[in-house]
């Protein structure tokens, strides 16, 4: 991937879900997945990184990386900066999902999105201008039935209809298998269509399902999408990260 430096008005975007630092050796091993991190992914300069599974499983949902060492190895700015962004004190992110932005951007607004479930799941938002222009990242980790993601994916089409009008990015682990994207992915559920390749990113070892996605809601607007393939991120995650181009436009 040499050479993928994001164009003007492009944003750079990375999301991996790094399965709370458990490796396919079944060893867990936070400085691990830090290290896939600072070797393979900060290189490629990512304007947008989004994390999944990067907390604890269970309350309180502790952080298990170290988000500081992160956010000076890829130069990006930790939205979670207030309590109110973080699901507890002993957590890096909400639920165990973590985003960070390029310091460029202004970022104007940003929220926490509970989605229910048997396993609980959340998402980030954090609305920002590049100049003129405004966008929206959201980082979103959905439940693996899709009645779950359904309803999860219609909560955040409402947050959508809430929120002012501009480009929005979709990225995570969105536990769709079907390239289609299935009813959860929907117009219906999300209030507008969201575009963007289809790419096998799990199991890490040999990919076969593509449940990791970077959307949206321009059409042809994502390109250049590429499933990392690396000895440090398949030892240290049972997923593959992802990562795409996104033109930013006007309208």
């Given at each position: 991937m040499?050479?993928w430096?994001?164009a003007?008005?492009?944003?750079?975007c990375?999301?991996?879900?790094?399965h709370?630092?458990?490796g396919a050796?079944g060893?867990?091993?936070?400085?691990r997945?830090v290290?896939?991190?600072?070797?393979i992914i900060?290189?490629?300069?990512?304007?947008?990184l989004?994390?999944q599974e990067a907390?604890d499983?269970?309350?309180?949902?502790?952080r298990i990386?170290?988000?500081?060492r992160?956010?000076r190895?890829v130069?990006?700015?930790?939205m979670?900066?207030?309590?109110?962004?973080?699901w507890?004190?002993q957590?890096?992110g909400?639920?165990g999902?973590?985003?960070?932005v390029?310091p460029?951007?202004e970022?104007t607004?940003?929220?926490?999105?509970d989605l229910?479930?048997?396993?609980h799941?959340?998402?980030?938002?954090?609305?920002?201008?590049?100049?003129?222009?405004?966008?929206?990242?959201?980082?979103v980790?959905l439940?693996?039935?899709?009645p779950?993601r359904?309803v999860?994916t219609?909560?955040?089409?409402?947050?959508?209809?809430r929120?002012?009008?501009?480009?929005?990015?979709i990225?995570?682990d969105?536990?769709?298998?079907?390239?289609?994207g299935?009813a959860?992915?929907?117009r219906v559920?999300?209030?507008?269509?969201?575009?963007g390749?289809?790419k096998?990113t799990?199991?890490?070892?040999?990919?076969?399902l593509p449940?990791?996605?970077?959307l949206?809601?321009?059409?042809?607007a994502?390109?250049r999408?590429?499933v990392?393939?690396h000895?440090?991120?398949?030892?240290a995650s049972?997923?593959?990260?992802?990562?795409?181009?996104v033109?930013?436009?006007?309208?």
């Amino acid at each position: 991937m040499n050479n993928w430096k994001a164009a003007d008005n492009t944003l750079a975007c990375v999301t991996w879900n790094v399965h709370r630092a458990r490796g396919a050796d079944g060893r867990v091993d936070a400085p691990r997945v830090v290290s896939a991190i600072e070797r393979i992914i900060a290189p490629l300069g990512p304007d947008v990184l989004a994390l999944q599974e990067a907390d604890d499983e269970c309350p309180p949902h502790a952080r298990i990386l170290d988000a500081d060492r992160i956010s000076r190895a890829v130069g990006l700015s930790y939205m979670h900066d207030s309590r109110a962004l973080r699901w507890g004190p002993q957590s890096d992110g909400f639920l165990g999902t973590v985003l960070w932005v390029h310091p460029r951007f202004e970022r104007t607004h940003a929220d926490v999105i509970d989605l229910p479930g048997h396993c609980h799941r959340g998402a980030i938002s954090a609305e920002c201008l590049d100049g003129d222009r405004a966008f929206r990242v959201m980082s979103v980790h959905l439940s693996l039935a899709q009645p779950l993601r359904m309803v999860q994916t219609r909560i955040i089409g409402q947050y959508l209809l809430r929120r002012p009008a501009m480009q929005t990015v979709i990225l995570g682990d969105l536990n769709e298998w079907r390239p289609w994207g299935g009813a959860a992915l929907g117009r219906v559920m999300l209030g507008r269509n969201f575009y963007g390749p289809v790419k096998p990113t799990f199991p890490a070892r040999w990919p076969i399902l593509p449940l990791d996605r970077i959307l949206t809601d321009r059409r042809d607007a994502v390109q250049r999408v590429n499933v990392l393939d690396h000895p440090m991120t398949t030892a240290a995650s049972d997923h593959r990260p992802l990562a795409a181009h996104v033109s930013l436009t006007t309208s």
